[in-house]
């Protein structure tokens, strides 16, 4: 769907609420209530916003190569527009050279019938069945086990490595064609249970509950800028226990989530010895750098 919240805001002075596909909402009626609006619904298929947003783009259609019309503004200070249902037809007598795709030569006659199609048959979206195999399965189980140690340093360890991986697109079997991908997330729910995700905007806010490390499959479409991908097999289980195990050290207490306990993470990990942070750091200089 839409929404009228501008995401580019760079006079807030305060956060905004998330809204994260697969973590803020997950059904229809919660991303209702987050504000978006729905872009298939109409009369009927050609009254969808969808519908008369691509058609405005095709009637004002750009030739192939050729030079932007001058009254069409493309700056990036341009005074942005978010028209629902109600007032498209405003919109269009108003705005008719800013249809979509914005910008460029447009859709093809043929992608403009595939896409109108769909909405005739009422803009079904199936749902991808994902059947991990047992390779996938069995490295889940074994990595959650591994993250979810309940001594006082492996614990501290597990979050460190969370903080710093979860940006992370990992995956098991040392091949990146036709794999599925993993994230690193923080449950309320242990293993074996289904996920139920931490909600925080930051990945060390205070999750207010006790919580779990899980690996989640990636879902949606692969967007190249966030596709940060990591190796996560039994060579790096060794190595993170080389490095964070082989020396002898305690940690008492735990931080906590607090701004003060999390402020400064020089100091909330400084149990953990430096050596072994910063050389997993430069042993995987490549995905620090990327992310």
Known sequence: GATKLNAYDGTRQEPIVPTRLFTDANSEEEWRNAGFYSILSGQNAQASLLYRMLALGKTHQFKDNSKLPEEL???????????????????????????????????????FSTISGWLYQGAKVSEDQVELNKNEISSIEEWESYLNQTSNQRKLVSRWLYEHLFLAHLYFDGK?????FFELVRSYSPPGEPISIV?????????????????????????????ITLLFDDKLKKHIEKLFFTDK???DILPGYDYEARANPFVTFSAIPAKARYQFLLDHAEYFTRT
């Open 73 to 111: 503004d493309i700056s990036i200070r341009r005074e942005n527009q978010c028209p629902t249902v109600d007032n498209i037809s405003e919109y269009e007598k108003s705005y008719p050279l800013t249809g979509m795709p914005f910008a460029v030569s447009g859709l093809t006659d043929d992608q």
């Open 199 to 227: 909600k925080t905007r930051l990945p060390n806010s205070e999750p207010e509950h006790p919580i779990y490390y899980r690996l989640r499959l990636v879902k949606g479409i692969t967007v190249h800028k966030r596709h």
């Open 249 to 251: 050290w305690d940690v």
């Open 176 to 180: 990146q064609d036709n794999t599925h």
